[in-house]
């Protein structure tokens, strides 16, 4: 295996905020705590860490509980006990897609693992933690996974099971179909050591997150990856006390977080949450669904809405109180959450969580004792041997695919024009140049005025030279089905769907093919202090 670095500046679709960030940028210091370069403050943070012995034994057990569910690793279980002996935790966290879901749920897994050893190297004892979303109520976006078939045709492997309209996937069995997309997974991906693991964990009867945590117990079982539910109704007794304080500080919160919006949007950068006047930060469930809670004004009066269920403010702390397991928090409470339950040094996520935390920071700031720091997850594209190939016969790099298939297709099929012809454009072009060069020098002395007008019209004769090179390359390219499907197989392997590869493509399908090792591999290859994305070819 051999790494490339490919800074963010150079991928589609990188936000400025996400740029700004990795680079350590001054102007995004009144946004996170910390800059991404954890080896330089994990330290110092660590003394900042504020944590109640009570807790820790109580969050400690209900982690043993479950990780004995899964059937976790011995070393998961010493993690627990350092834990509870007093260690801190990296925590990272995701949707519980179908069979692991994308590839950078791998990664972030592998991060943070990567994090709490660099931690405890340092004399900051520390633990590993993936945080299950299993409140989360978007089945589509976790029902379904995407693998490579032959030819590399993206395949999506969907299961069909539903529970009520938006209710918590953690609350969803898998049905008796599960089966059958288990048997597809086999048969595009062929049998090893990770297809074994799949039918250990995705049986009927087991919910979404049960099985998305009982495959990672075993894939990261050398490292003991602690895995926590969320839903988990201990849990919410635990997070009883700030779920209340979210409600009572919810007319302040809520000035803060536009004033955050205000903020980042007037430096240039973007709300990842767009906060309105009613906004609060919790859900509630009502017959099953996961429903936002808003929260309406008159006067002096308070009343919080559940769909068209108005609750008083008193009423509302009350369940809080009897029943913390009908609640749940937002995007922008999750992470208070976690760090209230958890004694976090540092959350390890993509360019999304890092926008959230941007605006999460005043939320900390109002319910909890400190702002916990971001840190990038890695991230990486990898190649394998008949990608690979392909490359290098054509001379394209991973950018090369960015603009999408067709222009892929534009690229190899111009490669193929006849050598004589392909000389002829480039001399042409450099006879333009030359041209237009010597025409505006002799402008320039008769009539400045018109320079501007030679430059335009240089401007439209390239604009038609390359138009015509372009017909060309797509006259040679409907000669030859080779080319098409060389120039589909690098966008779906690599660049999928105009997206990279990691949120696309399922970690099972690299892991069934090259196995374990492969992810020791992966470890190998997570530097710290390294933000660009990686391009790895196996």
Not at 105 to 129: H, M, R, W, Y
Not at 522 to 527: G, K, Q, S
């Amino acid at each position: 295996m051999k790494a490339q670095c490919l800074p963010f500046t150079q991928i589609p679709h990188t936000t400025r905020l996400f740029a700004d960030f990795l680079s350590g940028s001054p102007k995004l210091e009144p946004f996170y705590p910390r800059t991404p370069y954890f080896s330089s403050w994990f330290q110092d943070e660590a003394k900042k860490i504020s944590y109640d012995s009570s807790r820790r034994e109580r969050v400690s057990r209900i982690l043993e509980r479950q990780n004995q569910a899964w059937g976790s690793s011995p070393k998961t279980f010493e993690n627990i006990a350092r834990l509870k002996a007093g260690a801190a935790v990296v925590v990272t966290g995701q949707q519980v897609g179908l069979f692991g879901g994308p590839l950078f749920s791998f990664f972030k897994a592998l991060t943070a693992v990567k994090l709490s050893q660099e931690a405890t190297n340092g004399g900051v004892d520390c633990v590993p933690i993936f945080w299950l979303a299993t409140y989360d109520h978007d089945l589509a976006e976790i029902n379904n996974v995407s693998v490579p078939a032959p030819e590399a045709v993206l395949q999506k492997l969907q299961i069909s099971s539903q529970g009520l309209p938006d209710a918590p996937v953690g609350t969803i069995q898998l049905g008796a179909e599960i089966d059958a997309v288990v048997a597809s997974a086999v048969e595009l991906l062929g049998e090893s050591e990770a297809i074994a693991l799949l039918r250990e964990s995705y049986r009927a009867e087991e919910t979404f997150g049960g099985a998305f945590a009982r495959l990672f117990a075993r894939l990261f079982a050398e490292w003991g990856v602690i895995l926590l539910d969320a839903a988990d109704t201990e849990f919410n007794a635990v997070a009883a006390p700030v779920y209340r304080a979210a409600v009572e500080e919810a007319a302040k919160i809520e000035d803060l977080l536009k004033s955050r919006g205000t903020e980042l949007e007037s430096a240039g950068y973007h709300q990842q949450v767009k906060v309105t006047e009613s906004s609060t930060l919790l859900f509630t469930l009502r017959n099953g669904s996961r429903t936002p809670l808003h929260r309406r004004s008159e006067g002096n009066s308070i009343t919080f809405m559940a769909g068209d269920a108005a609750i008083s403010q008193s009423d509302l702390l009350q369940q809080i109180a009897s029943a913390p397991h009908d609640f749940s928090a937002n995007v922008l409470f999750r992470p208070v959450v976690q760090d209230y339950l958890l004694p976090t040094l540092a959350y390890t996520g993509g360019s999304a969580e890092v926008a959230y935390f941007a605006q999460a920071a005043v939320v900390y700031q109002t319910l909890a004792d400190r702002v916990t720091p971001i840190v990038p997850r890695f991230s990486a594209t990898v190649i394998e041997s008949k990608p690979n190939v392909l490359l290098e016969r054509y001379q394209l790099t991973l950018p090369s695919l960015f603009q999408g298939s067709e222009k892929v297709r534009e690229q190899l099929a111009a490669q193929a024009l006849p050598e004589e012809l392909n000389a002829a454009f480039e001399q042409a072009g450099g006879s333009l140049e030359k041209t237009f060069a010597a025409i505006r020098d002799s402008l320039n002395r008769v009539d400045k005025t018109l320079v501007e007008a030679a430059t335009n019209a240089e401007s439209k004769i390239r604009h038609q030279l390359e138009s015509l090179q372009a017909k060309a390359a797509r006259a040679e390219l409907r000669q030859s089905e080779v080319f098409d499907r060389h120039a589909q197989l690098l966008s779906n392997m690599l660049y999928p769907n105009k997206a990279l590869q990691e949120r696309e493509i399922g970690g099972l399908y690299f892991v069934s093919r090259y196995g374990a090792k492969l992810l020791k591999e992966m470890y190998e290859f997570i530097h710290t202090d390294c933000f660009d994305h990686q391009v790895i070819t196996l």
